[in-house]
């Protein structure tokens, strides 16, 4: 079935609205793992319960006669949304930023590595990360993220808490409502910006010779352009 099959039989309520709601349940059942448990790190039953709540909050717009372009995409992103609010009310509750949780941050993203260095192909944390022994390759992981930590904190106070909420998976629409942004495009724009800041205060630590971050200086002097 089609999706533009899928919401008309949304709109027919009944049994054609329990049916569809199935199929969606079916086919996007993937995204409790791919976002939920993998790119979040919540428990599967978190993560499951994320995903029923965007299926419900999907059925309410299509009843509402809300315009929905693309449902895959549209599922995508209310599962996310869902499962960084069950993340935030953990954090609430524990008082610790998920940035600096080691159970909730088990690497930094790879698009914040390929931003950080302006690499083309290959990603800096899997070239620092390509040991044999897992201890020393979580050591090192966990020094990378204190490094960008320390640099962070350097930073202003609400740029700071953009790039973490940024790095810890909100999209650039959250960001938008979060921090006031006119629009999605300035908080791209101020993304950016951010990351330009982070970029000169990881340059100053390295000059200064700051332990924590002798792995990422080490592979960052190796690039000209750094």
């Given at each position: ?54 299926l419900t909050e999907l059925d309410w717009k299509i009843r ?27 954090t609430t509750k524990t008082g610790t930023e998920p940035l ?127």
């Amino acid at each position: 079935m089609s999706d533009d099959q899928l919401i008309r039989m949304i709109q027919q309520g009944g049994s054609p609205r329990e049916k569809a709601n199935r199929h969606l349940q079916d086919k996007y059942f993937y995204l409790i793992r791919q976002v939920g448990v993998r790119k979040l790190h919540l428990s599967y039953e978190e993560a499951h319960m994320a995903f029923t709540d965007a299926l419900t909050e999907l059925d309410w717009k299509i009843r509402q006669n809300e315009s929905i372009e693309d449902t895959g995409k549209m599922i995508y992103t209310l599962t996310h949304r869902r499962a960084v609010d069950i993340l935030r009310k953990q954090t609430t509750k524990t008082g610790t930023e998920p940035l600096i949780n080691p159970a909730k941050t088990a690497e930094l993203p790879d698009w914040f590595m390929d931003i950080l260095q302006n690499l083309d192909h290959d990603h800096v944390l899997n070239r620092l990360l390509r040991i044999d022994d897992d201890n020393e390759k979580r050591q090192r992981q966990m020094r990378i993220l204190a490094c960008v930590l320390k640099a962070l904190e350097q930073m202003p106070t609400k740029r700071r808490a953009l790039l973490t909420n940024k790095l810890d998976g909100y999209d650039y629409e959250e960001l938008t409502q979060l921090h006031g942004f006119k629009t999605e495009r300035v908080a791209h724009e101020m993304v950016s910006r951010g990351m330009e800041s982070l970029r000169d205060a990881l340059k100053n630590l390295c000059k200064q010779g700051e332990p924590v971050c002798r792995d990422l200086c080490a592979w960052l002097n190796r690039k000209t352009h750094f």
